[in-house]
C-alpha cells in the first residue's frame, strides 16, 4: 500500500563541526569573522584579549569584546542561533547614523568561535536594558553527543544551551562580549602579531568612515597591548604608485601599462569588464625603500594585495606568512616567480588594494571557508587583470634595473676619465714649477694607484655583469625548457593521437566506397598533422644546435617562403594574405630558425584569432626607417583587450586558450626578437576597431 506525506530536512548533530572547525580552517581568519561581526553590529570599539594563551593551563581564554548596539533574546535567538539567518542581506545596511554595507550576509561566520575554542559565554546588552543576557554554548557536549555509539539519532537542534540575565548597573552601556575558554590551540607571539597585522587591514585606509572602528589587542603574557591599525603613511614612501578608477558614466576602466619610450607608468581607459568597475591603487617598493619601510613600520609587512567590499577587507590573505608553505597567495602573485625570478614581482615588494563593491561586483563571491573566493569566469577575469596591472610594474623594475646598471658603469668610467685628467694636470703643473715637483710626485703617484684600482673596478664590474647575464640566461633557459617542453610533449602527443584515430579507422574500414570523402578528408587531415609534427620536431632541434651559426637572409624571400608553407592552412581557413615589401632587403648576420620562429608563431596566433570571422585577412607589410627595420603582421580577428597587449608575451598567458592556445607563441616571439636585439609589441591595429598588429623593430643598416 502505497503512502503520500511530507519529509523535512534534519541536521545531525555534528553539523557543528562542518560549518565551524572543519569549514574554517585557520584560526586567525576564525578570529577575524568575529570581528567583522562587531563592526556589522556599528561598534567603535573592539577589544581583543588573550589570556594564557601560551601554555594553555585551563584558564585559557580569548575574548572579543565590542561597543555596538547588543542583541536582545529575540536577536539572540531568532538570528544569532538561525543557521543561515537572511537578516543581513534583507537588511545590507546597519542602523543609522552609522549606516556601514554589512559585511556579514552568509549566516554562519559565528561558528567561527568553534575553531577557537570548546566553550563560548555570549554577554550582551542593548542600550537602557536593565540587564545583561548571558548564554553559554558548550562545544564539547556537541562533540561528545556526535561520537555517541548508543545508536540514538541526535539532531543539532536537539541540544540545549542555557542562559541567564544579570542586573546592569549602568544602563547607557551596550556591546556584546564573546568569551572563549578551553581555547583549543596555543597562540605564540608570533601568531598574535599576524593578528594583529591581519586586523589592521579590515578597513581600507582609503575608506573614509564616518564612525572610525579601533581593534584594540591584549596579550598580557606577551606584553601587548596596541592598536592594530594601518595609514596611508605606510605607503608615501614607496618607489612608485598608481591609482586605477572605474567611470560610471561612460562605463570604462582604468588600467596601467608602461611606456617604454618615457619610462614610466602610464594609464588609459578600456570598457568594462565581466566582473564590474573596481577602484585599485598599487605601490611598488625596491631595496631601498623595502630597508625604509621595516626600519619606520617593523610591525607592518609588504605582503601583497587586498580586495576590500565596500571599505572591508573580503578575506584576511595569508601573504604575510613566513613560511613559504603556508601562504595562501590566492591571486598567484608569488606563483609567477619561477617563470622569471629577476623581474616578476613579489607580495614582498607591492602593497595593493582592491576595491569592489556587492552592487557593481556581484559574481565576485566569498567561498564559505573564507579562504579565497568562488571560482568563476569573473573572478577569473579579475585575477588576469590585477597580474596585468603588475606587468607594468615589472616593465619598471627591468627598465630601473638597467638603467642602474648604465649609471654604474657610467660613473666609473667618468671617474676614471677625472683621475687621467687630475694626474695631466698635476704632471703640467709640475713640469711647469720643478721647484713643486717634490711636492706634487706622491700626489701623482698615489691617483695613478687610484686610477689602476679604477681600471681594475671597471673591469671587475664589466666581468661580473658578463657573468651574471650568462647565469640569467641560463636560468631563464632552463625555466623556459622546463615550460617548453611540457606544451612539446603534449603538441606531439595530440598530433599523434590524431594521426593514430585516423589510421585506425582506415585500417578497419578501408577500402568502403561510401566513406571515399570521408578518407579523402582523413588523408588530408593526417597530411596536416604531419605537417605541424615536423614544425614541432624542427623547432625541438633548433634548440639542440647549440652551434647555430647567424646566416645573411633576403627578407623577402623568407617571409613568402613561410607564407607558402602556411597556404594549405590559409586555404582551409579561408584567410586571404597580403604582403607588402617595397624594397629589397637583406638581414645580415641573423638566425634564420629565430626568424622563422617569430613569423610562424605570429601567425599561428593570427590564424586561430580569425576563427570567427567572415572575411579573414593575414597582412605582412616591412619598411626600412633610419637605423631600425620595422616589421607589422597584422589581421583583422577577435583582437587583443588593450590591457593585455604587454601581457600576452608572458609564458603561459594566451586569449585563444579556446583555440588550443598555449600562452607559448609569444612569448616565443618576445625571446626570439630580443635575442636579435630586437623589441616586439602589440600596437593599434591597422584594422582599425578590430584585429590585432604586431610590430617588430629590428637594428638595420642599409
Not at 535567538?77 to 542581506?89: A, C, F, H, P
Not at 561520537?147 to 541567564?164: A, M, P
Not at 610594474?393 to 677625472?418: F, P, V
Amino acid at each position: 500500500m502505497e503512502e503520500s506525506g511530507i519529509l523535512k530536512w534534519r541536521f545531525d548533530v555534528s553539523t557543528f563541526r562542518l560549518i565551524g572547525r572543519d569549514l574554517i580552517t585557520d584560526r586567525v581568519t576564525a578570529l577575524f569573522e568575529l570581528v567583522k561581526n562587531c563592526y556589522d553590529a556599528n561598534a567603535t570599539k573592539v577589544t581583543i584579549k588573550f589570556d594564557n594563551v601560551g601554555s594553555l593551563d585551563g584558564n585559557s581564554s580569548i575574548s572579543i569584546a565590542d561597543n555596538g548596539y547588543g542583541m536582545s533574546f529575540p536577536d539572540i535567538r531568532d538570528k544569532w542561533m538561525v543557521i543561515g539567518t537572511s537578516n543581513k542581506r534583507s537588511n545590507p545596511y546597519t542602523p543609522s547614523p552609522f549606516n556601514r554595507k554589512c559585511v556579514g550576509e552568509k549566516g554562519i561566520g559565528r561558528f567561527a568561535v568553534d575553531k577557537l575554542g570548546d566553550n563560548v559565554m555570549i554577554i550582551t546588552k542593548q542600550e537602557n536594558s536593565p540587564q545583561w543576557l548571558n548564554v553559554e554554548i558548550d562545544w564539547s557536549s556537541y562533540y561528545s553527543q556526535s561520537n555517541s555509539t548508543s545508536g540514538q539519532l541526535t539532531l543539532f537542534t536537539d541540544v540545549e544551551n542555557h542562559y541567564k540575565y544579570t542586573k546592569a548597573q549602568d544602563l547607557s552601556e551596550h556591546g556584546t562580549t564573546l568569551k572563549i575558554t578551553t581555547v583549543r590551540e596555543v597562540w605564540l607571539e608570533d601568531d598574535i602579531n599576524r593578528f594583529i597585522t591581519e586586523a589592521s587591514k579590515l578597513v581600507s585606509p582609503f575608506t573614509n568612515l564616518s564612525y572610525p572602528l579601533t581593534i584594540r589587542v591584549i596579550a598580557p603574557e606577551y606584553n601587548i597591548n596596541t592598536i592594530a591599525t594601518k595609514t596611508i603613511e605606510d605607503i608615501n614612501i614607496a618607489t612608485i604608485g598608481f591609482s586605477l578608477d572605474f567611470h560610471p558614466t561612460d562605463e570604462t576602466q582604468d588600467t596601467s601599462f608602461y611606456n617604454e619610450e618615457t619610462g614610466t607608468i602610464e594609464i588609459r581607459t578600456i570598457p568594462k569588464k565581466s566582473f564590474g568597475g573596481i577602484s585599485m591603487k598599487v605601490y611598488y617598493f625596491d631595496d631601498a625603500a623595502r630597508r625604509r619601510y621595516r626600519k619606520e613600520f617593523p610591525n607592518n609587512q609588504i605582503d601583497g594585495i587586498k580586495i576590500y567590499r565596500d571599505g572591508i577587507i573580503t578575506t584576511p590573505f595569508a601573504e604575510n606568512e613566513s613560511e613559504d608553505d603556508k601562504k595562501r597567495d590566492v591571486l598567484g602573485i608569488d606563483k609567477r616567480l619561477w617563470k622569471n625570478i629577476f623581474d616578476r614581482v613579489s607580495t614582498r615588494e607591492i602593497i595593493g588594494f582592491v576595491e569592489i563593491t556587492k552592487i557593481g561586483n556581484p559574481q565576485i563571491i566569498d567561498a564559505t571557508n573564507r579562504q579565497d573566493f568562488v571560482d568563476n569566469i569573473e573572478y577569473r577575469e579579475l585575477k588576469d587583470f590585477i597580474i596585468t596591472q603588475l606587468d607594468s610594474i615589472e616593465n619598471y623594475k627591468k627598465h630601473i634595473r638597467e638603467e642602474k646598471r648604465k649609471k654604474d658603469s657610467d660613473t666609473l668610467e667618468s671617474a676614471g676619465q677625472d683621475l687621467q685628467s687630475f694626474i695631466s694636470s698635476v704632471e703640467t703643473i709640475a713640469k711647469q714649477n720643478p721647484g713643486l715637483k717634490d711636492s706634487l710626485n706622491p700626489v701623482v703617484e698615489q691617483a695613478k694607484k687610484t686610477g689602476r684600482a679604477v681600471k681594475t673596478a671597471i673591469r671587475n664590474k664589466k666581468e661580473a655583469e658578463k657573468e651574471f647575464a650568462r647565469k640569467e640566461s641560463i636560468y631563464m633557459s632552463i625555466m623556459s625548457l622546463q615550460e617548453y617542453a611540457i606544451h612539446i610533449t603534449h603538441a606531439v602527443r595530440t598530433t599523434l593521437n590524431k594521426i593514430r584515430d585516423r589510421v585506425e579507422y582506415f585500417n578497419m574500414f578501408f577500402p568502403n566506397p561510401d566513406e571515399n570523402d570521408l578518407f579523402k578528408r582523413y588523408a588530408k587531415e593526417m597530411f596536416s598533422e604531419f605537417k605541424n609534427a615536423n614544425r614541432v620536431i624542427d623547432y625541438m632541434l633548433s634548440y639542440s644546435q647549440s652551434n647555430i651559426q647567424p646566416e645573411d637572409i633576403q627578407l623577402d624571400e623568407t617571409i613568402r617562403e613561410i607564407f607558402d608553407e602556411y597556404r594549405p592552412q590559409f586555404e582551409c581557413n579561408k584567410i586571404n594574405t597580403d604582403i607588402v615589401i617595397p624594397e629589397k632587403i637583406t638581414l645580415r648576420n641573423t638566425h634564420r630558425q629565430f626568424f622563422r620562429d617569430i613569423v610562424q608563431n605570429i601567425l599561428d596566433n593570427s590564424i586561430k584569432s580569425l576563427k570567427d570571422v567572415e572575411k579573414k585577412i593575414i597582412r605582412c607589410s616591412v619598411v626600412s626607417e633610419d637605423s631600425d627595420l620595422i616589421i607589422k603582421i597584422s589581421d583583422n580577428g577577435n583582437g587583443i583587450p588593450i590591457e593585455k597587449r604587454e601581457w600576452v608575451f608572458g609564458l603561459y598567458n594566451t586569449t585563444t586558450q579556446e583555440q588550443g592556445g598555449a600562452g607559448v607563441g609569444l612569448y616565443i616571439v618576445k625571446t626570439r626578437v630580443e635575442s636579435l636585439k630586437g623589441s616586439v609589441s602589440i600596437v593599434d591595429s591597422e584594422f582599425g576597431a578590430v584585429g590585432t598588429t604586431v610590430k617588430i623593430i629590428l637594428p638595420f643598416k642599409k
